[in-house]
């Protein structure tokens, strides 16, 4: 095969003006007249009038970045999603094959490389044939490339309607500035502008998504059937579309290889060998969306966090600009090996599909606030008729694109502990805790004293005397109420607060009796992130799905990579008491109720099923990775409970904390964490006193003094 012809390729100088052509201003003006005269004489002006008038116009055309998409990648740069108004991305003209801008040439402008953005010889002939009844357009490939630029930088429907009409002042507005254009940039420049800014259909824009869409390869290995096939779209994507319209598309593009062998690009034997093939489609389905990606909700996440961001711009009108010019690269924290690891553990236990069941878990780094996973077993759809789809990022709050929370019952007893242990209560610390108690005396955090509170255990097995080691591995409700006694209401829940608790709904915290049992509406992240601070031994830092943000190619003006980091606070919680929690989250996996859901590893946990099992929870970590699940029904766990229900071919009569999320939270840890070092937690502080203690024998209240 030949090579096109190689003026294509060929690096013009600066371009040359009109003046450069003919001379000084007198004959400037006779060549621009006779070029405007067509219009000038429907307008009652004269040659000088039209010369001067048109001279006069404004010719300093802004050339901006383009639009182009925003890539998402995860935190080893590979990528998972695109987000874009205009599903863009820009090459260089050395990273297109030359087939393209010869077979653009051959169809559109011959004499591309002879003129200087004005093609009187062109619009001459185009004029002729229009009279004779064959329509012929006249634009250059510069006045072409000004007139997208124009559409471009359309601001609202008026100016695009400007930009887009067939009038002569649209005309004479697009000659000056491509006079204005073939001076400032070279030939190269124009063509490479052109390919990458030109819409050739199906959400394409630029010749780089175009080979793609249409082809599945990139815009370097287009072929010259392939790139006639897209370069006749230009002039009219809709109709000549080959995904719809196959045989207009074929007869468009054996036009545009017929130009191709005039003009010299190709021989007849190679015109004739790529006429004679079918069109070759391989198309990739289009993307620009979160729902296009390969992790949705994710993206979703990572979209609407950046337009909260001041790391990635101060400004909010500035974020807003730059996620909708794109151009950037967003590297974001997710690991895809434990996003895999969570998502089929969910999937295995709660198959997405045809149910009201769902399933949502989320993996934090703990010490960094790194996102790592965050999955869900309901897939990305928009029809609320659709079963086992919602557009709902189950793992998050509303205002980050979730829902307004799930009640996490007794995951939340872990605050209580951790309250108590910074009061300087010990492990010994114990209560007659039958299987139903009255409480009474408690305080909300405004001093209102709460009324009677009955409280009843989930099973006849937690009776009797507990301290904080039992308790917790039965998770007794009953001690648990009478141990926020002790410590105070308004305490246990500024506890939370330290470690990030907040209602998803964006309500402020409900400071009341149950708090303990966990009746507050929260999100998977918020839960898990609130474990990684005791992973981290006190450290608290906000979650981030975000490592750093590439805006711009390197070697351009405006690159520039901004690095994110989480904001913390390393006294968030006092050293010995989150490791004194840690302790105690490790016996529920000595005979508790997480008994056989360890992961061959040092594992602290919590389990937490809701009233009448609305909701069940596992929250767990080891020191270098936490997790939280919940699993419910999307319609709403208080009108349709997990009981006598069977989800993923198995039946349960009641969903509890440990029967189903555990085991999700299990599988996903085994692999998830299977790579990070085997680390030991801190041991138990001896401040707390026995960390083996067991309860004693007498149900009245035990002191806890030490």
Request: hydrophobic share 35%; with cysteine.
């Amino acid at each position: 095969m030949t090579e096109p012809n190689r003026k294509a390729r060929s690096q013009e100088g600066r371009g040359r003006t009109i003046l450069g052509l003919v001379g000084a201003g007198a004959l400037a003006g006779v060549l621009s007249a006779a070029l405007v005269m067509p219009w000038a004489g429907g307008l009652g002006l004269t040659a000088r009038d039209a010369a001067s008038g048109f001279m006069a116009m404004p010719a300093d055309l802004e050339i901006p970045r383009l639009v182009e998409r925003v890539l998402i990648t995860d935190v080893d740069h590979r990528p998972i999603a695109e987000v874009a108004q205009r599903e863009r991305e820009v090459v260089r003209l050395s990273e297109i094959s030359p087939w393209v801008p010869a077979a653009l040439m051959a169809i559109e402008d011959d004499r591309f490389h002879e003129h200087s953005g004005l093609d009187l010889k062109g619009l001459l002939r185009a004029a002729t044939r229009t009279a004779q009844g064959d329509t012929q357009g006249g634009s250059t490939i510069t006045q072409q490339y000004v007139k997208n630029l124009l559409i471009e930088q359309a601001a609202s429907e008026a100016e695009l309607e400007r930009a887009s009409e067939r009038t002569i002042s649209r005309k004479l507005v697009e000659l000056r500035y491509a006079i204005e254009v073939e001076d400032r940039l070279t030939k190269d420049e124009i063509m490479e502008g052109y390919l990458n800014l030109a819409y050739f259909g199906a959400g394409a824009h630029g010749i780089e998504i175009a080979a793609r869409r249409y082809f599945s390869i990139t815009a370097q290995d287009l072929d010259p059937g392939q790139a006639a096939t897209i370069v006749g779209l230009v002039r009219a994507p809709s109709y000549y579309d080959p995904l719809t319209n196959p045989d207009a598309a074929r007869e468009r593009r054996d036009l545009v290889l017929d130009r191709m062998e005039a003009t010299g690009h190709l021989d007849a034997a190679e015109a004739a060998e790529y006429k004679g093939a079918d069109l070759g489609l391989d198309p990739t389905p289009r993307g620009g969306s979160c729902y296009h990606g390969e992790q949705p909700f994710f993206c979703d996440y990572v979209m609407r966090w950046l337009q909260e961001s001041e790391e990635f711009a101060e400004d909010p009108e500035e974020r807003r600009r730059l996620l909708e010019r794109g151009g950037i690269t967003v590297r974001t924290t997710l690991d895809s090996a434990m996003q895999e690891a969570a998502q089929e553990a969910i999937d295995e236990r709660v198959p997405p599909g045809d149910t009201t069941k769902f399933a949502a878990q989320v993996l934090v780094e703990p010490g960094t606030g790194k996102v790592r996973a965050m999955t869900q077993n309901m897939r990305y759809g928009f029809d609320p008729e659709e079963v086992g789809t919602t557009s709902i990022n189950l793992a998050v709050d509303h205002a980050d694109g979730g829902s307004h929370g799930y009640q996490a019952g007794s995951t939340f007893k872990t605050f209580t502990l951790a309250a108590a242990l910074d009061k300087g209560l010990k492990y010994k610390t114990s209560f007659s805790s039958p299987k139903n108690v009255s409480v009474s005396g408690l305080s909300n955090c405004d001093g209102g004293v709460m009324s009677k509170w009955e409280v009843r255990n989930a099973g006849e097995s937690d009776e009797g005397s507990h301290n904080m080691i039992s308790a917790t591995k039965g998770s007794v409700n009953t001690y648990f109420a009478q141990l926020q006694r002790r410590v105070g209401l308004c305490e246990t829940a500024e506890m939370a607060e330290r470690v990030g608790i907040h209602r998803a709904d964006g309500e402020p915290l409900g400071v009341w009796s149950s708090f303990t049992l966990g009746d507050q509406e929260v999100s998977p992240l918020t839960v898990a992130n609130a474990y990684a601070t005791f992973a981290s031994r006190g450290t608290f830092c906000e979650p981030y799905p975000v490592a750093a943000v590439t805006v711009g190619r390197e070697g351009d003006a405006d690159f520039r990579e901004i690095h994110m980091r989480s904001h913390c606070d390393e006294d968030a919680v006092p050293t010995h008491v989150a490791d004194g929690v840690n302790h105690l989250l490790q016996q529920t996996f000595k005979g508790g109720t997480a008994n056989g859901l360890g992961i061959d590893r040092p594992a602290a946990g919590k389990t937490g099923t809701t009233d009448n099992a609305a909701y069940a929870w596992f929250a767990g970590h080891t020191p270098n990775l936490a997790s939280a699940v919940v699993v419910g029904d999307i319609r709403g766990g208080e009108k349709n409970p997990l009981q006598g229900v069977s989800i993923g071919g198995r039946y349960y009569g009641i969903v509890y904390g440990g029967t189903l999320p555990g085991p999700i939270w299990q599988a996903t840890m085994r692999r998830a964490a299977a790579d990070l070092p085997a680390e030991s937690f801190a041991p138990s502080p001896s401040r707390f006193g026995n960390p083996s203690a067991t309860p004693p024998k007498k149900k009245e209240e035990e002191d806890d003094s030490a």
